[in-house]
């Protein structure tokens, strides 16, 4: 469990949402720290973004209870709430301008004039956006209109923050920039932050802890490494990353070292414990060698009948030369440290070789 949580600034229990004979939301149980950056993850259809809406009070449930800092807020409008909410298109008003944009929320709280405008100032300097007060939302980029967005919900001073997929209309190399800055800002602002995401590395970078959610329950809630290392079911370990299954046990990709059978080697980085082949093993074909930029993945047919994918870091072989190991006969090492079992998953079978001392 997360460590730092002396309070819950979210208490969900037993929530449930109905649309006719559509449970979106079945039964989700839910404690969410005070200053934590929380995700929800899952697929379309898993009921995340539902979750996100009855927190807000867009949505009421159908039964169960939602708490904000001890509080029962459950048949509350929004505005009687203390979140805001970051949409995926921001919803900024295109005739208004950034400041104006940004002291909107005070506006409708009938802040004073000057006492706006001084904390919607300090709001777009917390997102490093101070001069682009006068700017209109068209005349920003897709990174800094978003930013707009997080000064507007930061300058209420909420409790909770909340962010319904907000990177997901950015190209990958603004996203993963955006990532540092959200939570650079979170950290910053000290607010609760409960980020709706289906990109399972972007939970795993930006989280403190994440619930992954299918089919509207809760599969499992953990720290990034306790989610991805150790996933409690098969799903979470199908979803979250990519898992190999080897006879009865599962190992993920950047796990397994590939030696060539004819005693050639495909270059690799040392490894600290069990050396290239690792302390378990089992034989192979290299059906396919596919070239991802930093890394190029080794299918590999075992002779057992099950397919695996190996991780390798491009440091020395080239691409072309990693083609030629296509067809080749391999031997898949990995430790047995490194291997986990799941709820669901078939019974083992088989045990994997050791390998020879």
């Excluded at 979140?83 to 506006?107: C, I, M, S, W």
């Excluded at 306790?226 to 299954?245: K, L, Q, S």
Aim: aromatic fraction near 6%; charged fraction near 25%.
């Amino acid at each position: 469990m997360f460590s730092f949580m002396p309070a819950s600034a979210v208490r969900i229990r037993d929530l449930r949402k109905t649309f006719g004979a559509v449970e979106a939301v079945a039964g989700v149980d839910l404690d969410i720290g005070d200053g934590e950056f929380f995700s929800m993850l899952g697929p379309s259809g898993s009921g995340k973004t539902t979750v996100l809406r009855l927190i807000a009070g867009f949505e009421r449930p159908t039964s169960g209870t939602v708490e904000l800092a001890g509080r029962d807020v459950t048949g509350l409008a929004p505005f009687d709430r203390d979140v805001n909410t970051v949409f995926q298109d921001y919803a900024l008003f295109p005739h208004l301008d950034v400041l104006r944009n940004v002291e909107y929320g005070l506006k409708v709280r009938r802040v004073p004039k000057a006492k706006r405008r001084e904390r919607a100032l300090e709001a777009l300097r917390s997102v490093r956006l101070e001069g682009f007060g006068a700017r209109r939302p068209a005349e920003l980029s897709g990174g800094q209109r978003q930013r707009v967005a997080l000064a507007r919900a930061l300058v209420n001073e909420p409790k909770v923050l909340l962010l319904d997929e907000p990177l997901g209309a950015l190209d990958l190399k603004l996203r993963e920039e955006m990532q540092v800055e959200l939570k650079t800002i979170q950290r910053r602002a000290g607010i609760t932050f409960v980020f709706v995401t289906h990109d399972q590395e972007e939970a795993l970078t930006l989280s403190d802890r994440i619930a992954v959610l299918d089919g509207g329950r809760v599969q499992q809630v953990g720290t990034p490494a306790e989610v991805y290392e150790h996933p409690a079911t098969e799903f979470v370990a199908g979803f979250v990353g990519t898992t190999n299954r080897i006879g009865g046990v599962c190992v993920r990709p950047e796990k397994l070292r590939v030696r060539i059978l004819d005693g050639g080697a495909v270059p690799e980085e040392p490894t600290e414990t069990g050396g290239p082949a690792g302390d378990r093993h089992a034989e192979g074909t290299v059906a396919e060698v596919v070239y991802a930029g930093a890394v190029t993945r080794f299918v590999v047919d075992l002779d057992a009948g099950d397919r695996v994918v190996a991780l390798r870091q491009n440091l020395a072989e080239s691409p072309a030369e990693a083609n030629r190991h296509r067809g080749a006969r391999v031997r898949v090492g990995w430790d047995a440290a490194h291997e986990f079992q799941v709820a669901g998953a078939a019974p083992s079978t088989e045990t994997p070789a050791k390998t020879p001392n």
